[in-house]
């Protein structure tokens, strides 16, 4: 049995790792060995890649321990029922550090099936307000936007960069990956430079 220890921030400027130490502490109690798996990564989604690592490597038996329901998801509910099927499916025991409902083992079938249902429900009720508060978070900087009149002008173009662009590929001498490359550019890029021509 292994404990994978899951720790998930937004943006690449939150520190995914804040709960991490807290977490490994609170493994212990379990013996058993723990896997860390950490991720910059919105929790709107449900594809996530080391989301998706860790329920990949998981066993039968296994324990998925989070921080809170808000860092394992803020989902929609159809999508958080995906994700309760993937853990469900590969025998994972989710345990959640500040609900301590979900720290309970019982030998006793009744008690335990109890403690599952009641489980259940929390996890969903606060899988529900961390996705709600989200939206809400959005919905008030969206306003806090639209009143202050900022106006959102996007990334502007590298006009050299573009230009570059243009020379080689009217030289037809490189693909459009290599001219890329060349150029220090995603791929996409250096198609829509060719469709504006």
Not at 30 to 48: F, H, P, S
Not at 122 to 129: E, G, N
Not at 171 to 180: C, D, L, R, V, Y
Request: no cysteine; glycine share 6%.
């Amino acid at each position: 049995m292994t404990t994978r220890i899951y720790v998930r921030a937004s943006t690449k400027d939150q520190d995914a790792e804040r709960a991490l130490k807290d977490l490994q502490d609170f493994a212990i109690q379990y013996g058993a060995d723990t896997a860390v798996y950490i991720e910059n990564y919105t929790g709107t989604k449900l594809e996530r890649p080391i989301l998706n690592k860790l329920l990949t490597e998981s066993e039968q038996g296994d324990i998925l321990l989070v921080e809170s329901v808000d860092r394992l998801s803020r989902l929609t509910q159809a999508d958080f029922k995906k994700l309760k099927d993937r853990i469900q499916a590969k025998g994972l025991r989710l345990i959640v550090a500040d609900l301590p409902t979900t720290h309970v083992t019982s030998s006793d079938t009744m008690t335990g099936e109890l403690m599952n249902v009641i489980n259940s429900m929390l996890i969903d009720l606060l899988a529900t307000m961390a996705r709600l508060d989200n939206e809400k978070r959005r919905e008030r900087i969206k306003q806090g936007l639209e009143r202050s009149g900022y106006k959102p002008t996007g990334k502007k173009a590298n006009t050299v960069k573009h230009a570059r662009i243009k020379q080689l590929l009217d030289t037809g001498n490189m693909t459009k990956e290599e001219i890329a490359k060349a150029v220090g550019v995603g791929v996409a890029t250096v198609y829509r430079v060719n469709v504006r021509g």
